[in-house]
């Protein structure tokens, strides 16, 4: 599933973090090869929870066994490549029902613009606030027929 492409800057990611230990190239090709099952998304999330939890190097038993905790399952070919984003379907929701439904509901902007910043993701925060002004100035643009704003 995952290709040395994918994989080599996540398992990078474990020689910033353990500066004391690095992975010699002949190293490095054991755990692509015996961790090339695991989606990428899903690796990466192995190795920040590795990371965060452990004092010592990961061993690839232990990055297989964190994936596997992680996604519920060790047959990793049966999950998704990538998995459903579900704060960018609920931006589509907010979007969807401005252009669709023709509301508009600051509020739920706001949160889930800090839904986006609690999850690290302070760009995409920061762009939800900017679409939510973009979509209030269309509003003060338009005729009569402008969407509902919901206020609380």
């Known amino acids: 599933m995952s ?3 994918q994989m080599i800057p996540i ?3 474990l020689g910033l973090a353990y500066p004391d230990k690095r992975l010699e190239a002949a190293t490095l090709q054991v755990y692509l090869e015996h961790l090339d099952d695991i989606p990428p998304y899903l690796l990466e ?3 920040r929870a590795h990371i965060q939890a452990s004092g010592w190097f990961p061993r690839i038993a232990d990055l297989r066994a964190l994936a596997t905790r992680l996604a519920g399952t060790s047959q990793f070919d049966t999950l998704p490549e990538r998995p459903v984003d579900r704060l960018l379907l609920e931006a589509q929701a907010l979007e969807d029902a401005f ?4 509301q508009l509901d600051p509020g739920a902007w ?3 613009s800090e839904k986006f910043e609690r999850c690290g993701r302070h760009f995409r925060a920061e762009y939800t606030l900017e679409k939510l002004g973009r979509l209030e ?5 338009r005729s009569p027929i402008a969407p509902t704003i919901i206020t609380l």
Request: charged letters at 15%; glycine letters at 10%; aromatic letters at 4%.
């Open 3 to 5: 290709t040395p492409q």
């Open 11 to 13: 398992l990078e990611q």
């Open 45 to 47: 999330a192995a190795v």
């Open 99 to 102: 252009y669709h439904q023709g």
């Open 110 to 112: 706001h949160k889930l």
């Open 137 to 141: 100035g269309m509003l003060q643009e």
